[in-house]
């Protein structure tokens, strides 16, 4: 049997955050709701109209605030407990993927008598959650319409809680957010956005025509918009493009989850602190050669390049990923980011455990395969 789940209101509105009272009617069990993001991005000011609008409409807000790229668990729960504390009715993650998946994860906690550890895996996590609205701030993770929140365990590890409870309850679209980022997140978190679509639409479990779909339309979007978001950052048509793009990936893979992209960029995020996006920008296109040695992945990724017009083998696709590269100047080189060949070895060995993502690739992959792709890109 085959399935598809997503979230079941997702509002697309430039300048919609100045009306979050509106986005958020009927979902709040009280007039008191919690706002989890990080400090840049409370920084940039991007929250104010949105909390201004609550307040007018009589709603108190916490903001919590202490959110970090890779949230580790002390975070998370600490994050749980105040919004418990507070009582909040409603939650709201507001800003990029850790700050949405530490909003999914708080929510379930914060409604549930359970502790983080015992809620990884996969569909672990069950019961109710608080309300969840959530509203991306950058064009690429797709964080708001998945059942996925990753976080750091321990000294560099990733956990994983995977759980239909996790999927939001409302999601906005906001273009105008995403008018200031920086043209390298832009650019990172574009090809994360890439990544997601194509991952989804090899993998080898639960692969389905809907996700094939939407993993097809997210990279014709993310393909055509990326450079103009990069090089033209106000061009709002673009941001739009992007986040619709990012959101119809994020849709794709929370279906037919990822594989050895992210697998082997994890160990960057976690040792390293390399953001998410651009560590699976810096290990894609070795990987994907490495998986077209692979029947299934040659023909996948052949019908994706077919349907972007740029040819029919896994070459011409992985020639417009250079391309993609190359055009918004993105880093390619595990130096670039400061991590050397000394540091494959403990990569590989945290790599090869990702069991979770690993197998879901269309190729089965060694743990010498994954230090050869390191090295290769060292």
């Not at 996006?277 to 994907?288: A, D, F, H, I, P």
């Amino acid at each position: 049997m085959q399935s598809f789940k997503t979230v079941s209101d997702i509002r697309i509105e430039a300048g919609g955050t100045a009306k979050l009272d509106a986005h958020v009617a009927g979902l709040s069990r009280n007039k008191k709701i919690a706002i989890i993001t990080d400090k840049g991005v409370r920084s940039l000011g991007l929250m104010d109209a949105g909390v201004a609008a609550l307040r007018d409409a009589g709603y108190e807000v916490m903001i919590f605030d202490d959110v970090v790229a890779d949230p580790p668990e002390d975070v998370v729960i600490a994050g749980a407990e105040t919004v418990k504390q507070f009582g909040a009715g409603l939650v709201i993650g507001f800003g990029g993927g850790s700050p949405m998946d530490t909003a999914k994860v708080i929510a379930f906690l914060a409604d549930n008598d359970v502790t983080l550890p015992q809620i990884y895996g996969v569909d672990v996590a069950q019961g109710s959650r608080l309300p969840l609205v959530l509203i991306p701030t950058t064009s690429g993770t797709g964080s708001e319409v998945t059942n996925v929140a990753i976080i750091t365990t321990g000294e560099g590890s990733k956990n994983a809680v995977v759980s239909d409870p996790l999927y939001a309850d409302r999601v906005l679209l906001d273009a105008s957010l995403t008018l200031g980022l920086p043209a390298h997140i832009t650019a990172a978190t574009g090809i994360d956005a890439m990544v997601h679509a194509i991952e989804a639409y090899t993998s080898v479990h639960r692969k389905n025509p809907i996700s094939d779909a939407m993993g097809l339309s997210a990279l014709r979007k993310l393909t055509r918009a990326i450079g103009r978001a990069v090089n033209t950052p106000d061009d709002v048509d673009a941001r739009n493009d992007m986040l619709i793009g990012a959101m119809l990936a994020g849709q794709a893979f929370s279906n037919a989850p990822v594989g050895a992209v992210h697998g082997l960029a994890y160990p960057l995020g976690g040792f390293f602190h390399v953001p998410h996006g651009l560590s699976n920008s810096l290990v894609m296109v070795e990987v994907m050669k490495f998986n077209a040695q692979e029947d299934r992945a040659k023909r996948w990724y052949g019908e994706i390049a077919s349907d972007l017009g740029v040819g029919q083998t896994p070459a011409a696709l992985i020639d417009e990923i250079l391309r993609l590269q190359d055009e918004t100047k993105v880093q390619r080189r595990l130096r670039d980011v400061n991590i050397t060949s000394n540091d494959i070895p403990m990569m590989a060995d945290d790599a090869i455990l990702k069991d979770r993502v690993l197998r879901n690739n269309p190729r089965e992959m060694t743990h010498a395969d994954i230090v050869k792709i390191y090295e290769t890109i060292a």
